[in-house]
């Protein structure tokens, strides 16, 4: 049976296609500052942004800009390179969460492998813990790469549930219920080693719901799929939905 199901479930608003669309013309608009001060004014607990090492979206410009401006957490996702460090510990956002990324990727694709790199990784973010960012990491439910996280001294994980939502795109339902157990299964023996649990990646009006209904998640990141829904309904009443059905999932 899942546990704290009646706290609520923060939700984490990535912003970073609003870059995308702004950098497909060279413009300064759409501004990813408005979206995430309109992602405030709509519920969100706290903004999302991934600074890449070829900036394809977000810039260093729009990480000082959220910095200066936000009145909710920053959670600066990044890659566990010297560069992203070291702007991490210039402006010591929230959190930081660490995710695997290869240049040649659309979007993040997987969790971070961190059952072969514990040693580099737990060095890596000694000097973040030390400046006071909370670290998360960014894995698969997978419980040699929980263990792994919870030795290198993360204060967070992130499940990665793009496998859940493929599987459920595909209408491959059987498949799709057995993921939906092992996140609730790694999300419970996480919670037990007391790591603080996060999910996201792919997430949408059609499977949010079973995850928020996890009651060891203490936070979802969605992005993609509210910017795209912003399109249609404006991205305050697609932040609003999703706001309502993670409550009303929580509160059964």
Known sequence: MSRNTTEKLRLGMNIDHVATVRNARGSDYPSPLRAARMAEDAGADGITAHLREDRRHISDADIDQLMEHLTVPLNFEMAATPEMQAIALRHKPHAVCIVPEKREERTTEGGLEVAREENHLAHFIAPLREAGCRVS????????????????????????????????????????????????????????????????????????????????????????????????????????????????????
């Open 137 to 252: 990491i960014f894995i698969a439910a997978d419980k040699p790469q929980i263990e792994a996280a919870h030795r290198i001294g993360a204060a967070v994980i992130e499940l990665h549930t793009g496998a859940y939502c493929d599987l459920h795109a595909e209408s491959k339902l059987a498949e799709r219920d057995a993921e939906l157990d092992r996140l609730r299964d790694m999300a419970r023996y996480a919670s037990d080693l007391g790591l603080e649990v996060h999910a996201g990646h792919g997430l949408t009006y059609d499977t949010v719901q079973p995850i928020a209904a996890i009651g060891e998640i203490r936070e979802l990141n969605i992005g993609h799929f509210l910017i795209g829904e912003a399109i249609f309904r404006g991205l305050q009443p697609a932040i609003h939905e999703m706001r309502r059905l993670m409550d009303e999932a929580r509160n059964g």
